[in-house]
């Protein structure tokens, strides 16, 4: 690991699970704060970091039965903008400068999505957190991301997830899972990996944008990421 980040700017993609800790739902606000110390860290060291961030802590859209997939899925983005909002937070006790923007309008509570200011935040210095996904049901998070880090032209997308990588198998229930250094996208379809949903991974693929997956029980791992250590699964 050198002492210069390898990466300009990175889009961070959290799954709304990581920020509620070992409870599982709602949010941990130890968690929340250990996350935002580390992208503070990055931020000091010169690297442009922007977040898209889940929200299956409070909301998932299948969990709604029988409800109409639109109406749950506007209830998901929702759920990603309380996460948002304790993100930004936590950044300003950290000592960052956050920024929210949202892909529905909500103008009291956040900016609404407008890339060319994304951008100008980003050179500023600011954590630009993105709320609501693409905006659109239908659409995971994951998508969310993929269709950001592009926009911005980030470098690549960190996804940090609960596992240090991506597996030939559930790691959980096989111990003989065999971990990935680095995979294709085709691996990912071939394969049918859990890495991200196909749309994402697609998008990803032809926009040219790497992914390292990685586990964000330690959150330090995001520093080490944008410092070129070794760690997780890249996708390229």
């Not at 903008?81 to 950290?94: F, G, K, R, S, Y």
């Not at 993929?146 to 596992?163: C, G, Q, S």
């Not at 680095?182 to 990996?193: A, C, H, Q, R, Y």
């Not at 890495?195 to 995001?222: E, G, Y």
Request: net charge neutral; proline share 3%; aromatic share 6%.
């Amino acid at each position: 690991m050198g002492n210069k980040p390898v990466y300009k700017r990175v889009l961070l993609k959290i799954s709304g699970e990581a920020l509620a800790g070992d409870q599982k739902q709602g949010l941990n606000f130890d968690t929340v704060l250990d996350v935002c110390k580390s992208i503070k860290k990055c931020n000091d060291a010169g690297v442009e970091v922007a977040v898209v961030v889940g929200g299956g802590n409070f909301w998932r859209g299948r969990a709604g039965g029988d409800m109409d997939r639109t109406r749950a899925d506007h209830m998901g983005m929702l759920a990603t903008t309380i996460n948002c909002l304790a993100l930004a937070d936590a950044l300003e006790q950290a000592g960052a400068v956050p920024r929210v923007q949202t892909a529905i309008t909500m103008q009291q509570v956040a900016e609404p999505y407008i890339r060319s200011k994304a951008i100008r935040h980003l050179e500023k210095g600011r954590v630009v957190i993105f709320g609501c996904g693409t905006g659109n049901p239908y659409f995971t998070t994951d998508t969310g991301a993929a269709l950001r880090a592009a926009e911005i032209d980030a470098d690549i997308i960190f996804k940090a997830t609960n596992v240090d990588g991506v597996y030939d198998s559930d790691p959980k229930t096989n111990p003989n899972a065999k971990k990935y250094d680095t995979l294709s996208f085709m691996d990912i379809v071939e394969k049918d990996l859990n890495v991200m949903d196909m749309t994402a991974a697609t998008m990803c693929r032809d926009t040219k944008m790497p992914i390292l997956v990685f586990n964000l029980n330690d959150p330090d791992n995001i520093y080490r990421a944008v410092m070129g250590e070794t760690i997780g699964t890249i996708v390229k």
